[in-house]
DNA sequence: GAGACCGACGTTTTT
DNA sequence: CGTCGGTCTC
């Protein structure tokens, strides 16, 4: 099979190399077989030793998916392949950082220089380099949503929508749609047609918005996250010689979390893998990123996109005690799945999941705290323990309980630092300079000066674009004069410090007191951007900074707090970042119908089932013990119902299964 | 034109 | 509870 598949491609690369490349194989296989075999499966040694050509791999929850993939990379390594020609594209730039370093200490440092990252992140190096074709210059800069809703809302303002009486999309559904325009690779007809069917009257504004905030975006060199996998779409497929250069510089690609790629990833992979050689893993039952673009059906496709794909199955799993798997498949068996698998543990056993009834959410965070004070005492680490939810504010109960216990948490997923208002309003001191018509950061950093508002902020910002930032002295009259004067002083010397460090402090040293005129809780702020200095400790440039800042908001802080604290902590985290990890004991609190499922997919079929496939990856995230709580008679205010019930996704579930908890207060 | 104030309103998950 | 849009005053 795989000299049918290689005698294709090779043509274009010419025999010699083909068969240099693989003429030791069979000899590297018995060192690797030798070394290696009895750390994995026979499943996961035929996918870690595949053929070149392309494979899909269905790896269920807890089957050594990520330890298979390190091995792959070793393989490859160890086989001859150089490692910058191997492109690993993950769904975090930690879960990229985590396997190449585990691939290093399995076989040796060249995996260290294997290229990997989010695709985000990678469109985001390539276009940098390559984005010229496209008329972007290398210094553009990213927008994160709130960025992006900005501009949207600045446009939207423009061309006089607030008429009264019409209604008019809000920023926020506007940049959801163009979102999924950019994604799903559809028109916005369609887009308004299949979900907001509402706004079809006002479509022609609506796409007249939309071509005016692409050409914003492009006259001013600003990127948003769409952005970077359409135009890295729009330079593979338009731009033959870079797509052939980068096709030669990538010559085998893996892809991790399959089933969350949307339309243009695919795309993406398809364009990039021309050869063939191409590996995607997923799990099509734990698709769980539908409203951001994804499409399971990309891991359907694939053996269509690519012809003479080999498909492999990872079934056992490592992770988890029977009695948790038990749970799992019960849950995931309504679902229609498309590729059927059976999931198996050799761990017999285990406690029985538990599902807990509270009279009210202040009960069950009391339950929580208390059970996890237990666990403690006999002996479980605050480490090897979460609490799961659906939404992020589910937790904010429980933290305070958790701090009343004295229990150390750390939360995950939610509001991130670098989306609060403080931490942008520094950073676009920042961003102007290495992108000085960022339009954005200029009209965030004008707006805090006493005395410009919107109307002023836009004037100026026009001077600057037309005439460089200087002509501001001139331009501004009375107090203002004196502000902008400052701001001026402190960019030129900011510009002239070469330390990355330096310039935040001195952008900071400008910042602060209008920090402290603009918010009461001032000192908290001002923490948060001193750690923000911490983090820029780890950086050389400020691009990178920046870039790295707007691509992976939480994890560059994560990293920090973990580093800086050896206290044993618990992890409060949504389930969709709680993605591919696991923990001895899990708790997941709001399991309750209405919540989760949250009451507003009821009636979308398609949602329902990302739901529970949702709950399942929380399940699976369990070795040894799960506790299921739901508070009673929770009052839903915009529907106007009390929530009782379970999930019904676990409503049905059988007591041999499911374990029903009555709590009964002691203290 | 800036900024304070008032009433209305509401899903959530992330690169 | 916090954000949004509109209105009013300086």
Not at 367 to 375: D, M
Request: proline fraction near 4%; glycine fraction near 6%.
């Amino acid at each position: 099979m795989h000299l049918a598949l290689g005698s294709k491609d090779f043509y274009n690369r010419g025999v010699k190399k083909y068969i240099l490349r693989n003429q030791p194989k069979q000899a590297a296989l018995d060192t690797f077989r030798q070394a290696y075999q009895s750390s994995l499966n026979e499943q996961q040694f035929q996918v870690a030793t595949a053929p070149d050509g392309p494979a899909l791999v269905i790896a269920g929850a807890g089957s050594g998916k990520t330890r298979t993939l390190i091995y792959r990379l070793a393989w490859l390594v160890h086989r001859g392949v150089p490692p910058e020609s191997i492109l690993l594209l993950t769904f975090t730039r930690r879960a990229a950082h985590e396997m190449l370093k585990r691939a290093a200490q399995l076989l040796d440092e060249r995996c260290q220089r294997v290229s990997g990252g989010t695709f985000h992140s990678v469109a985001a190096a390539i276009l940098r380099r390559y984005g010229k074709a496209l008329g972007l210059a290398p210094s553009f800069t990213i927008l994160d949503r709130s960025d992006a809703e900005d501009v949207i809302q600045l446009l939207r303002g423009e061309m006089g929508f607030s008429e009264k009486g019409k209604r008019f999309p809000k920023k926020g559904t506007l940049s959801d749609l163009f979102s999924k325009v950019q994604n799903r690779l559809l028109t916005l007809d369609e887009v308004v047609e299949q979900e907001y069917p509402h706004f079809t009257d006002q479509i022609e504004l609506i796409r007249s918005l939309f071509t005016r905030y692409q050409k914003y975006k492009t006259d001013r060199h600003l990127v948003d996250y769409d952005d970077l996998l359409v135009d890295l779409y729009a330079l593979l497929s338009e731009h033959r010689p870079i797509r052939d250069a980068l096709a030669e510089q990538y010559r085998h690609l893996l892809v991790d979390e399959y089933q969350d790629t949307n339309k243009i990833q695919g795309e993406i992979v398809r364009l990039l893998g021309r050869d063939g050689r191409v590996m995607a893993v997923g799990d099509d039952a734990q698709s769980i990123y539908s409203f951001r673009g994804a499409d399971f059906q990309n891991i359907l496709r694939f053996p269509n996109y690519f012809p003479g794909t080999e498909l492999y199955k990872l079934e056992e799993n490592y992770r988890s005690m029977q009695a948790i798997l038990d749970l799992a498949n019960a849950v995931i068996a309504e679902s229609a799945r498309q590729y059927p698998k059976h999931l198996f543990t050799r761990k017999e056993g285990g406690m029985k999941p538990a599902l807990v009834r509270a009279q009210d959410e202040s009960e069950q965070s009391r339950f929580v705290a208390q059970k996890i004070l237990e666990l403690r005492e006999e002996g479980i680490p605050l480490s090897e323990i979460a609490v799961l939810f659906r939404s992020s504010f589910h937790s904010f109960d429980l933290e305070i309980e958790l701090a009343r216990c004295n229990l150390p948490f750390e939360k995950r997923g939610g509001f991130k630092l670098t989306e609060t208002a403080h931490v942008k309003d520094l950073m676009s001191h920042l961003r102007i300079l290495v992108n000085p018509s960022d339009a954005v950061s200029w009209n965030r950093l004008l707006l805090l000066i006493p005395g410009i508002g919107p109307r002023t902020g836009q004037k100026m910002i026009a001077k600057v674009q037309q005439e460089g930032r200087e002509a501001l002295r001139g331009f501004a009259r009375g107090p203002q004069a004196e502000a902008i004067s400052r701001l001026l002083d402190m960019l030129a010397q900011a510009e002239r410090s070469d330390s990355l460090t330096d310039r935040i402090e001195q952008a900071m040293e400008y910042y602060l007191p209008l920090m402290k005129n603009k918010y009461d809780d001032y000192p908290k702020r001002t923490k948060d951007l001193e750690h923000l200095l911490v983090i820029a400790e780890r950086y050389r440039t400020l691009d990178r900074f920046l870039s790295d800042l707007a691509l992976e908001p939480e994890e560059s802080i994560i990293d920090v707090a973990g580093a800086d604290s050896d206290k044993e902590k618990l992890v409060l985290s949504t389930i969709h970042s709680a993605k591919g990890l696991e923990w001895r004991v899990v708790f997941l609190i709001w399991a309750l119908d209405g919540y989760f499922p949250s009451i507003y997919t009821f009636t979308d079929e398609a949602e329902l089932d990302e739901e529970r496939r949702l709950m399942y990856v929380a399940i699976t995230r369990t070795k040894e013990q799960i506790y299921l709580s739901y508070p009673i008679r929770i009052f839903h205010r915009t529907s106007r119902a009390f929530l009782s019930k379970p999930s019904r996704f676990i409503e049905s579930v059988p007591e041999e299964i499911l374990e029903l908890w009555m709590l009964s207060e002691e203290n």
